[in-house]
């Protein structure tokens, strides 16, 4: 079908802004609501109190290109919470937003500030998310059944409020003039009749002169704020199942029993000829579309009564959406559908319970989507680059600041001091040999890897109770490529290779196999206790647990720079499970821990590692370590190979993908097994060389290739530009790359050894606060975030201050010993 002139505009402009982003390289897709050259937008107008995108894009089994929300205006922070929410699922499937903004105020007391309030959250969530928004100021505005119903005066200053600050800002949003279809107006039997409109109004709605507002009246033009204010105009056209073409619906025409319509009902609608009693001039369509060259948008659905006989529910919506979608052809400024998706109680319907849903029952479903897809005249989404869920997730992984040669440079520095630091132990190893750890070989705990994993989990800690301070540096800058989390993982396995034998000895293979995956069972309850917990906090004034169940992007994910400032909700149809019954889909996302606060995500990964350990060990066990470590290294393989493959949807994947991640813990698994005979076979006189040349070499490796950089010198075969590409190549901590591993292993070696050789003095002056740690280590990563949750609820607390920033983490750190040393709920979380 062939567009008018604005069509052909839209796509040109379209073409033209695909340019920049051609030539300016990769950029978040972004909308201008323009409209669809062919064919028309089509989407639902939810309930979101008890429907959601995800929940009706599963049932229609389509992605549509719009969903609409109803917003109390002025905006309150209700209401800006109720459509940042829905923006965020909206952007979720790359969909269309239309806003419905309904005055809960009378017109005469919007003014411009509000106003601007409305056009700044246009604003943040066309930059956040790139979405296209269309705006339904105070629709159905020639009704006597809306608050804001047949005052033309008072409505046209408020729209052009509106308008005036949307088009003057940059939100890209457009204003959409919504009336109801006029048959009926002004609509004397209509339910809730509003008092008798002022004098003014009623002369700007007496259009025929004769001195009293009727039939014949025009039941649109008194409402028309104008073409520099409009950029869509829309019409509400709903099909109430009774009355005939000469009859206006009402309250006073009963609904006896369900009937589909009227052959032909939908055109005679645009025609304007359908339910007036005065002929009409001219058409809606014609006026307003055709004569203004503006896109429309029709607002629908087909009323049901489940208690009523007649014709099927299917015969009913079928009956409307089909004449809907053949009238498209002949109105081809139709640019957008969206269908009534709800049940509530209809007037029209004497106060009952009626469905207008198209999507509720699976057969009804199926046949809209079918009849939308062979009308051909319906575009479906995405419109943009959806932001999904595991972009939010993927973005909340730890980074520092800055990238390249700066980031390069901490982590040579770190391997530099980490590397003489190795050195010097041999020194003082053979000089001070009273310091050195009292290993007397016996199976149990090795308190140097409690003491360092009391450390990992306090710099954990620290990361995720994000203000600034001494501890927050080391943290974040002072640990190499590597965060918390890689020894995290590393050091559970290898404790649990360490111990898992001893229960295998002392209970048996199968009964020690049970414990694990109790273990996990237990790991499992407790994660989805904690999700369900804050979430359930999320209800309690004062606690901000915006903090940790959204995030905001620093710009360092994978999607870069251009998402920074983007709000991700970790949380996606969290309400839903309120619902009764809750929906599966929101369901199966808690249960597969597709949801949670950010600073917990992890937990997910130890779960579904857990349940490795009896097979891995049952191998190990049987001296096929080999096999463990090849299969690890080739589904490490795979997790490079296929980076968007992932084998569970969960929270975790995007940030520590399981293909990836499993190497570190799998590693761990097999050198906590043998780790007698490792440390054995290393401190011989040739495992000390080559462990010194691995060292010194990698530290010197490094060492040189920033000196060149720095410095400016040749490095002889070796690249001068090696050092600027080597960060990107093998140490970001958006990937588990081969730099982060090999900083891995230096860490570990050179720790355990100083550790080794120092360890009196540091045991002395730190180990009453790491030990303890250590060895509840999975205790207290539980516990940190609702310490992270306090901390962010903080009335007026500034991050940015250092003192402050160092007291709160010292009173956290302090707390959690405490908590520890208690023993403090240890019979209900795991350690």
Same mark, same amino acid.
């Given at each position: 079908?062939?567009?008018?002139?604005?069509?052909?505009?839209?796509?040109?402009?379209?073409?033209?802004?695909?340019?920049?982003?051609?030539?300016?390289?990769?950029?978040?897709?972004?909308?201008?609501?323009?409209?669809?050259?062919?064919?028309?937008?089509?989407?639902?107008?939810?309930?979101?109190?008890?429907?959601?995108?995800?929940?009706?894009?599963?049932?229609?089994?389509?992605?549509?290109?719009?969903?609409?929300?109803?917003?109390?205006?002025?905006?309150?922070?209700?209401?800006?919470?109720?459509?940042?929410?829905?923006?965020?699922?909206?952007?979720?499937?790359?969909?269309?937003?239309?806003?419905?903004?309904?005055?809960?105020?009378?017109?005469?007391?919007? @003014?411009?500030?509000?106003?601007?309030?409305?056009?700044?959250?246009?604003?943040?969530?066309?930059?956040?998310?790139?979405?296209?928004?269309?705006?339904?100021?105070?629709?159905?505005?020639?009704?006597? +059944?809306? =608050?804001?119903?047949?005052?033309?005066?008072?409505?046209?200053?408020?729209?052009?409020?509106?308008?005036?600050?949307?088009?003057?800002?940059?939100?890209?949003?457009?204003?959409? +003039?919504?009336?109801?279809?006029?048959?009926?107006?002004?609509?004397?039997?209509?339910?809730?009749?509003?008092?008798?409109?002022?004098?003014?109004?009623?002369?700007?709605?007496?259009?025929?002169?004769?001195?009293?507002?009727?039939?014949?009246?025009?039941?649109?033009?008194?409402?028309?704020?104008?073409?520099?204010?409009?950029?869509?105009?829309?019409?509400?056209?709903?099909?109430?199942?009774?009355?005939?073409?000469?009859?206006?619906?009402?309250?006073?025409?009963?609904?006896?029993?369900?009937?589909?319509?009227?052959?032909?009902?939908?055109?005679?609608?645009?025609?304007?000829?359908?339910?007036?009693?005065?002929?009409?001039?001219?058409?809606?369509?014609?006026?307003?579309?055709?004569?203004?060259?503006?896109?429309? *948008?029709?607002?629908?659905?087909?009323?049901?009564?489940?208690?009523?006989?007649?014709?099927?529910?299917?015969?009913?919506?079928?009956?409307?959406?089909?004449?809907?979608?053949?009238?498209?052809?002949?109105?081809?400024?139709?640019?957008? !559908?969206?269908?009534?998706?709800?049940?509530?109680?209809?007037?029209?319907?004497?106060?009952?319970?009626?469905?207008?849903?198209?999507?509720?029952?699976?057969?009804?479903?199926?046949?809209?989507?079918?009849?939308?897809?062979?009308?051909?005249?319906?575009?479906?989404?995405?419109?943009?680059?959806?932001?999904?869920?595991?972009?939010?997730?993927?973005? $909340?992984?730890? !980074?520092?600041?800055?990238?390249?040669? @700066?980031?390069?440079?901490?982590?040579?520095?770190?391997?530099?001091?980490?590397?003489?630091?190795?050195?010097?132990?041999? &020194?003082?190893?053979?000089?001070?040999?009273?310091?050195?750890?009292?290993?007397?070989?016996?199976?149990?705990?090795?308190?140097?890897?409690?003491?360092?994993?009391?450390?990992?989990?306090?710099?954990?800690?620290?990361?995720?109770?994000?203000?600034?301070?001494?501890?927050?540096?080391?943290?974040?800058?002072? #640990?190499?490529?590597?965060?918390?989390?890689?020894?995290?993982?590393?050091?559970?396995?290898?404790?649990?290779?360490?111990?898992?034998?001893?229960?295998?000895?002392?209970?048996?293979?199968?009964?020690?196999?049970?414990?694990?995956?109790?273990?996990?069972?237990?790991?499992?309850?407790?994660?989805?206790? !904690?999700?369900?917990?804050?979430?359930?906090?999320?209800? #309690?004034?004062?606690?901000?647990?915006?903090?940790? $169940?959204?995030?905001?992007? =620093?710009?360092?994910?994978?999607?870069?720079?251009?998402?920074?400032?983007?709000?991700?909700?970790?949380?996606?149809?969290?309400?839903?499970?309120?619902?009764?019954?809750?929906?599966?889909?929101?369901?199966?996302?808690?249960?597969?821990?597709?949801?949670?606060?950010?600073?917990?995500?992890?937990?997910?990964?130890?779960?579904?590692?857990?349940?490795?350990?009896?097979?891995?060990?049952?191998?190990?066990?049987?001296?096929?370590?080999?096999? &463990?470590? !090849?299969?690890?290294?080739?589904?490490?393989?795979?997790?490079?190979?296929?980076?968007?493959?992932?084998?569970?949807?969960?929270?975790?994947?995007?940030?520590?993908?399981?293909?990836?991640?499993?190497?570190?813990?799998?590693?761990?698994?097999?050198?906590?097994?043998?780790?007698?005979?490792?440390?054995?076979?290393?401190?011989?006189?040739?495992?000390?060389?080559?462990?010194?040349?691995?060292?010194?070499?990698?530290?010197?490796?490094?060492? *040189?290739? +920033?000196?060149?950089?720095?410095?400016?010198?040749?490095?002889?075969?070796?690249?001068?530009?090696?050092?600027?590409?080597?960060?990107?190549?093998?140490?970001?901590?958006? @990937?588990?790359?081969?730099?982060?591993?090999?900083?891995?292993?230096?860490?570990?070696?050179?720790?355990?050894?100083?550790?080794?050789?120092?360890?009196?003095?540091?045991?002395?002056?730190?180990?009453?606060?790491?030990?303890?740690?250590?060895?509840?280590?999975?205790?207290?990563?539980?516990?940190?975030?609702?310490?992270?949750?306090? #901390?962010?609820?903080?009335?007026?607390?500034?991050?940015?201050?250092?003192?402050?920033? $160092?007291?709160?983490?010292?009173?956290?750190?302090?707390?959690?010993?405490?908590?520890?040393?208690? =023993?403090?709920?240890?019979?209900?979380?795991?350690?």
């Amino acid at each position: 079908m062939r567009r008018p002139a604005l069509r052909a505009l839209a796509a040109l402009a379209a073409a033209v802004a695909v340019v920049p982003l051609v030539l300016g390289g990769a950029a978040p897709a972004t909308a201008d609501t323009a409209p669809p050259a062919e064919g028309a937008w089509v989407g639902p107008d939810l309930d979101w109190g008890s429907d959601g995108p995800d929940g009706y894009a599963d049932r229609l089994g389509e992605t549509p290109s719009t969903y609409s929300v109803n917003i109390d205006y002025p905006i309150d922070d209700g209401s800006a919470d109720q459509w940042r929410r829905s923006a965020r699922a909206a952007a979720a499937q790359g969909a269309a937003l239309v806003v419905s903004l309904e005055p809960s105020r009378p017109l005469a007391d919007l @003014d411009a500030d509000q106003a601007a309030r409305a056009d700044e959250l246009l604003t943040e969530f066309h930059d956040q998310y790139g979405i296209a928004q269309l705006v339904r100021f105070a629709p159905e505005m020639n009704g006597n +059944w809306q =608050r804001w119903g047949q005052q033309p005066t008072e409505f046209v200053r408020a729209f052009g409020q509106i308008a005036d600050a949307v088009h003057d800002g940059t939100s890209t949003a457009d204003m959409v +003039w919504a009336p109801s279809y006029g048959a009926g107006y002004p609509f004397a039997q209509a339910d809730g009749r509003l008092p008798a409109t002022g004098a003014r109004d009623e002369a700007l709605l007496d259009t025929d002169g004769d001195g009293t507002v009727t039939e014949a009246d025009d039941p649109y033009g008194p409402y028309y704020p104008g073409d520099d204010a409009v950029d869509w105009v829309g019409l509400t056209m709903f099909f109430f199942g009774k009355g005939d073409a000469s009859t206006a619906a009402g309250t006073d025409v009963p609904l006896v029993a369900n009937q589909a319509p009227a052959e032909g009902e939908v055109q005679a609608r645009f025609d304007e000829t359908w339910g007036y009693s005065q002929p009409q001039e001219a058409t809606f369509y014609d006026r307003f579309a055709v004569g203004t060259d503006h896109p429309l *948008l029709l607002d629908t659905g087909a009323l049901y009564d489940q208690g009523l006989d007649g014709a099927t529910e299917l015969a009913v919506k079928q009956g409307w959406w089909r004449q809907m979608l053949t009238a498209l052809d002949d109105q081809p400024l139709v640019a957008g !559908v969206t269908w009534l998706e709800t049940v509530r109680d209809e007037a029209e319907a004497g106060d009952r319970e009626v469905d207008w849903r198209a999507t509720d029952d699976d057969a009804i479903a199926a046949a809209f989507r079918a009849d939308l897809v062979d009308s051909g005249a319906i575009v479906f989404g995405p419109l943009t680059d959806p932001v999904t869920p595991e972009e939010g997730d993927a973005a $909340t992984v730890q !980074v520092r600041d800055g990238g390249g040669g @700066d980031e390069m440079g901490w982590i040579v520095g770190c391997a530099v001091a980490l590397a003489l630091a190795f050195l010097l132990s041999g &020194v003082v190893g053979r000089v001070l040999p009273r310091w050195r750890y009292p290993d007397d070989g016996k199976p149990g705990r090795d308190l140097r890897i409690d003491l360092f994993r009391g450390f990992i989990i306090l710099a954990v800690v620290i990361t995720h109770i994000e203000v600034a301070g001494p501890y927050s540096f080391v943290t974040l800058k002072a #640990v190499g490529a590597i965060t918390g989390a890689e020894m995290f993982v590393f050091l559970s396995g290898l404790v649990l290779g360490m111990v898992y034998p001893l229960g295998v000895k002392k209970f048996g293979e199968k009964t020690a196999a049970i414990g694990a995956f109790v273990r996990a069972r237990k790991q499992y309850v407790v994660t989805l206790v !904690v999700i369900l917990v804050v979430f359930a906090l999320s209800f #309690v004034p004062l606690v901000n647990t915006d903090e940790i $169940t959204t995030f905001t992007d =620093r710009g360092t994910g994978d999607t870069g720079a251009g998402a920074m400032g983007r709000v991700y909700d970790l949380y996606p149809n969290a309400d839903r499970l309120l619902d009764y019954p809750p929906p599966w889909y929101a369901v199966r996302q808690l249960l597969l821990l597709e949801m949670g606060p950010w600073p917990f995500n992890i937990m997910g990964l130890f779960v579904v590692l857990s349940l490795t350990i009896p097979g891995l060990m049952w191998l190990v066990k049987r001296g096929l370590w080999w096999v &463990v470590l !090849v299969g690890s290294w080739a589904v490490y393989a795979v997790g490079v190979l296929f980076p968007d493959f992932s084998l569970l949807p969960s929270q975790f994947e995007p940030v520590f993908p399981l293909f990836a991640w499993q190497v570190l813990f799998t590693h761990g698994l097999v050198i906590g097994n043998y780790r007698r005979q490792i440390v054995s076979a290393l401190t011989t006189t040739v495992g000390k060389v080559l462990v010194g040349v691995g060292v010194v070499g990698y530290a010197g490796f490094l060492a *040189l290739i +920033w000196a060149g950089s720095t410095y400016g010198f040749d490095l002889g075969p070796i690249p001068s530009s090696i050092y600027d590409s080597l960060y990107l190549t093998g140490y970001q901590r958006v @990937d588990m790359q081969w730099g982060r591993l090999v900083d891995t292993a230096l860490v570990v070696v050179c720790v355990y050894a100083i550790l080794t050789v120092f360890w009196k003095p540091i045991a002395a002056a730190l180990g009453w606060l790491w030990i303890p740690l250590g060895q509840a280590s999975l205790y207290v990563f539980i516990w940190q975030v609702f310490f992270a949750l306090a #901390v962010a609820s903080i009335p007026g607390l500034d991050r940015t201050n250092v003192i402050t920033g $160092t007291i709160i983490h010292t009173a956290v750190i302090l707390l959690v010993w405490w908590m520890v040393r208690k =023993r403090f709920l240890f019979s209900v979380i795991p350690r």
